[in-house]
Structures are given as C-alpha cells and as structure tokens.
C-alpha cells in the first residue's frame, strides 16, 4: 500500500498519536471507526464500525457520541469527512444536506471547536468524497497518482485526486449538465439514489429504492428504466474521464456498492457503454485509458478521514 503524500501539504501532524477516528456523516447516518497505527505508520481498525442513525436536528450530539467514549482523549486524532463544502485552511463547513440543522452562518460553522468540548486535540475535516479518494488511493495495490471516487448513494459525491493532490470539494454532483436550457440542474438529480428513486416513481412505482429493486425487477418497464438511468450513469463516468483522466475511476457509496455486488457486470458494462461514449466523441486514447473498479476498501469514509487526521493537524 502506498502513503498519498499531498503536493500542497496543510500543517502536518506533529503530535504523535496512536489512534484515530474516523467520522463519515452521510444524509441519513454518521459512521464511526476508530484505528489503531501499528509501528510502520498504517492504520487498522480497532473495534466495531459504529452506525448512528440520527436525526438532522441532533448531528452535533451525535458526532461528540463517536468521540464521547474515548479514554485518553488527548492521544486520540479525529478526521471528520463532511457532505459539503469544506474550507480546507479553517476547517468551517458552508453547505451540505445537514448544515443548516448545525448552526451554520454565513461565517460557516466551526465543527472542530465542536469536538474539542470532548477533549479531542487534534480535529481535521474535509469533503466525504476527498476522504474517500484518500482511502482509495492509500489502499491500492499499485501507485496511484490520478484516481476519482464516485460516491453513489442518497446524493452523488466526487472525490477527485490529480497528479498526487486532491482537488478540494469538487462538488460535481451539483455541477449544471446544461447550463443553457437548465441552469439550476445538477448532475446528482438524475445519478444517485434521490434521483433514480424519483425517476422510478414518475413511472408508476412506488416504495423506497431497495424495495422497488427487489419487488419489480424483471419487470419490462422496470428494467427499461434502470438500464435508460445506468447509460446516463455512463455518460458522467465518460465525462469524468474526459475532465480528470483517472487512472482508475472508484465506485462506492450505498447504492454504488449495492449495484456492484448484485450484479457481477456492472462495472463491466458500465465501463464499456463509457468507453463507447467517449469513441463517439472522438477520444479513442482516452477511451483507452478508462478503468473502473470497486473502491478497494469497506471503510473507505471512515479510513479516509482518519488518514487525513493522521497526516495533518488541527489549524
């Protein structure tokens, strides 16, 4: 495994610790995992993943339990990987699904003196896609200089690392498919669980995304759908091509991981209509290069963010 090292390093870590927290705080959860560093520096996992399922209302209180129960709170490093804009020299959050039930301001909020009221020294935040490309590149069998992460679950995130640097917040998922004829659109309403969801029900079906799946798959209409919204799937991950050159695209999220394990040719196909794509427009080379894999690690949200509170310290 390699050790991602940023071209353009925050404040490093001094402080020698020998745990971590990681802390991914999803739409509708937060997960929590503590790591325990062994003596050449990598980090493993110690205890159980904990799950929070939480109300918006509450995610402060429910980010301090992740950390509350810690002995030695001041050995203890957290990484706190964000669904929104991260400012990356203060740490302060200025959007996401929940920011407005924390307390933000237009000043942003402060997440990190919010942890610090537990005892926690060192805090460090980012995006939950940059934190899932860390993992994802830290956890590759072969060096990876250029990666990108799709995270695909209640939204789309996009984790992006270029030439061994992350591209901050990249927030892709919002960027305007057409800015001409819709420029409030955004590419997550149409790839993420929200967005399949609701194209599902536009079509008669009703039920939570996992239900519809199991219930009507099979089903003419249904499987029409699905197959019409995974070509759309396909052209971001062609367009994603076409702006970053990964060498290797991730999969993840929810229902990413969900649509990987219950069909064994997903990537495949996926990665071939993509390909298919980019021929069209005119780029076989780049075509050539696309690779798509599963993100090489469960604990990628979590792993993540631990690894950036072990490489950098608080600001």
């Known amino acids: 495994m390699q050790e991602i090292q940023l071209l353009k390093p925050l404040k490093p870590n001094t402080i020698n610790q020998q745990n971590y927290i990681g802390i991914d705080i999803g739409g509708t959860k937060i997960a929590g995992q503590k790591y325990t560093k062994d003596a050449e520096g990598k980090l493993y996992p110690s205890g159980d993943l904990t799950r929070i ?32 804009d991260v400012d990356q020299d203060t740490g302060l959050i200025y959007s996401g699904v929940n920011v407005n039930n924390i307390g933000a301001t237009e000043g942003g909020f402060d997440i990190i003196t919010s942890i610090k009221e537990t005892g926690i020294q060192v805090v460090r935040v980012l995006n939950d896609a940059d934190a899932q490309v860390l993992a994802a590149a830290n956890e590759s069998p072969e060096k990876i200089r250029n990666a990108v992460v799709l995270g695909l679950g209640t939204g789309l995130g996009v984790g992006v690392l270029a030439n061994g640097d992350i591209l901050w917040s990249s927030e892709y998922g919002h960027h305007s498919p057409n800015l001409v004829e819709d420029p409030n659109g955004r590419t997550e309403s149409i790839i993420s669980g929200t967005g399949l969801t609701n194209i599902l029900h536009e079509q008669g079906f009703d039920g939570e995304l996992p239900e519809m799946i199991k219930r009507h798959t099979g089903e003419e209409l249904f499987d029409r ?33 969900k649509l990987v394990q ?18 069209k427009k005119g780029f076989p080379r780049i075509a050539k290069n696309l690779n798509l894999a599963k993100i090489p690690c469960n604990d990628a949200g979590t792993r993540g963010a631990a690894l950036y509170a072990k490489t950098y310290s608080c600001t």
């Open 262 to 279: 219950e069909d064994p040719n997903f990537l495949n196909a996926l990665e071939q209509i993509s390909k298919e794509i980019l021929n």
């Open 225 to 257: 759908t699905i197959q019409k919204w995974k070509s759309h799937f396909a052209a971001v991950v062609a367009d994603i091509q076409l702006s970053y050159r990964p060498e290797t695209t991730f999969i993840s999220g929810g229902l990413g991981e």
């Open 53 to 84: 399922k939480t109300d918006p209302a509450n995610i402060k209180e429910a980010i301090q339990d992740c950390v509350s129960d810690t002995k030695n709170a001041h050995s203890i490093a957290v990484g706190v990987g964000w669904p929104g």
